[in-house]
């Protein structure tokens, strides 16, 4: 693919309860919960994003920008979507209530965010399952930074060295700010204070989770690396243990 195809797109970071065990919230996100989801329309893709409970902060570090996830805000996992046209995503929260009133079996806290009609960049042709490994990165913005030159930042030089780097699978996001309307589920915590919240995330694929520290070498990564802290202050790196694809139309 010469060119990202842009994409309107949302990105969920959740928080499981703490007073059920692990493996039953993953049962239950991958089960009832998707088979909920799975009948809302408008949606191209919809991919549940299981992380690593120990596997994160790896992405590499320079002054200023934080790698490392503090503990009291370590996320569990993402919800990834991908609507089938911006007036398809405008209409999404009409269709939401039965999966809004669920969230409350699972999750402590819920963090929705939209991209934005195009705020979202898919890299890679169709859907690789053959893809061992995913991690994937939450952006926050440094301030001072405009919107649009931190979403150029994002697609035209995050995007753009991770495909030359060969990424397997790849899409960059960029969120419009902040609101706790945007996933008001009842009975969930939204709770997201100013220095918390992320403006953009990045779903890598790779080989083996070998193959992603080899491609953190890279040279193109070296290049982000080297220039980030002008942009960003921080990112988090999450291992993905298992995605679980609840909606494919394309």
Excluded at 74 to 91: I, K, M, Q, Y
Excluded at 111 to 133: E, F, K, M, S, Y
Excluded at 169 to 179: G, K, N, V
Excluded at 209 to 235: C, H, N, W
Aim: proline share 7%; net charge positive.
């Amino acid at each position: 693919m010469s060119r990202p195809v842009k994409t309107s797109s949302f990105m969920a970071p959740v928080w499981f309860r703490g007073d059920l065990p692990r493996a039953s919230v993953l049962g239950y996100w991958a089960g009832p919960h998707a088979q909920i989801a799975g009948r809302l329309p408008n949606m191209a893709e919809y991919v549940q994003r299981h992380f690593s409970p120990t596997d994160h902060g790896y992405w590499p570090s320079s002054p200023t920008v934080g790698t490392i996830v503090p503990p009291s805000r370590r996320c569990d996992g993402v919800a990834e979507v991908r609507f089938l046209s911006t007036p398809a995503a405008l209409g999404m929260p009409l269709h939401m209530r039965e999966v809004y009133a669920d969230e409350q079996n699972v999750f402590e806290r819920v963090l929705g965010n939209v991209t934005g009609p195009g705020g979202g960049r898919w890299w890679t042709d169709g859907h690789d399952d053959a893809v061992g490994h995913r991690t994937v990165l939450l952006l926050r913005r440094r301030r001072g930074v405009s919107g649009r030159a931190f979403r150029k930042y994002v697609h035209d030089r995050i995007g753009r060295a991770l495909y030359e780097a060969g990424a397997r699978d790849l899409r960059t996001y960029t969120f419009l700010p902040w609101s706790r309307f945007v996933h008001a589920s009842p009975g969930v915590c939204h709770d997201n204070p100013t220095f918390r919240r992320y403006h953009g995330g990045v779903v890598i694929g790779a080989d083996s989770r070998a193959a992603m520290d080899e491609m953190l070498k890279s040279e193109q990564v070296e290049g982000i690396v080297a220039d980030q802290q002008g942009f960003l202050t921080a990112v988090h790196a999450y291992a993905v243990e298992r995605s679980v694809p609840v909606i494919r139309t394309t």
